[in-house]
T-cell receptor, first 113, second 114 residues
Framework: DVKVTQSSRYLVKRTGEKVFLECVQDMDHENMFWYRQDPGLGLRLIYF???????EKGDIPEGYSVSREKKERFSLILESASTNQTSMYLC????????????FGEGSRLTVL | AQSVTQLGSHVSVSEGALVLLRCNYSSSVPPYLFWYVQYPNQGLQLLLKYTTGATLVKGINGFEAEFKKSETSFHLTKPSAHMSDAAEYFC????????????FGSGTRLQVQP
């Protein structure tokens, strides 16, 4: 089974802190994604990466950056956390069989005080 | 551009009743369509997907969905609800299975009453 692991399930940070959310997948997938999930808004794409050191902005990239130094690892960075970034963050990787299926991690619930 | 609309943010059914969760998409070309389920405090897992071929798609846990191009719909159904079906359900669409991410609807929370 594909496994996507997000290192932190719950985090509490203070406004202005730098936050790292880590995601690792074990299926050698090329494409990885970070989504943000908020009630009533569904999932919104923050950033995605289709190769090592490659990244593209999604629909809501403001206030976020990403890092993909190794194929299996995709990190989301909040340079200076703000209260409006309190949310559930979901990492996903894309199957290589061209069916479009995403495999998700368990999510990281971030609270910014 | 592609988009997905899920009608009804909350749906409540009795145990044993029919489950119907609605999804309409907007796309200029035939899309690939997905339903995902999210149980509390978990990530999303795939229920079923339509790519090509048969328009009636069967998924896990007794769910199925029918792709209707004329209605631009991909509604999710289950003949008999079980308490364990209580979760949030997301419809999603993509035009490019090679790289681009899925576009998700806003979700429908299903409650199952005993």
């Amino acid at each position: 089974d594909v496994k996507v692991t997000q290192s932190s399930r719950y985090l509490v940070k203070r406004t202005g802190e730098k936050v790292f959310l880590e995601c690792v997948q074990d299926m050698d997938h090329e494409n990885m994604f970070w989504y943000r999930q908020d009630p009533g808004l569904g999932l919104r794409l923050i950033y995605f990466s289709y190769d090592v050191k490659m990244k593209e902005k999604g629909d809501i990239p403001e206030g976020y950056s990403v890092s993909r130094e190794k194929k299996e690892r995709f990190s989301l960075i909040l340079e200076s956390a703000s209260t409006n970034q309190t949310s559930m963050y979901l990492c996903a990787s894309l199957t290589g069989d061209h069916t479009g299926e995403l495999f998700f991690g368990e999510g990281s619930r971030l609270t910014v005080l | 551009a592609q988009s997905v609309t899920q009608l009804g943010s909350h749906v409540s059914v009795s145990e044993g009743a029919l489950v119907l969760l609605r999804c309409n998409y907007s796309s200029s070309v035939p899309p690939y369509l997905f339903w995902y389920v999210q149980y509390p405090n978990q990530g999303l897992q795939l229920l079923l997907k339509y790519t090509t071929g048969a328009t009636l798609v069967k998924g896990i846990n007794g769910f199925e969905a029918e792709f209707k191009k004329s209605e631009t719909s991909f509604h999710l159904t289950k003949p008999s609800a079980h308490m364990s079906d209580a979760a949030e359900y997301f419809c999603a669409v993509t035009l490019d299975t090679g790289r681009r991410a899925l576009t998700f609807g806003s979700g429908t929370r299903l409650q199952v009453q005993p």
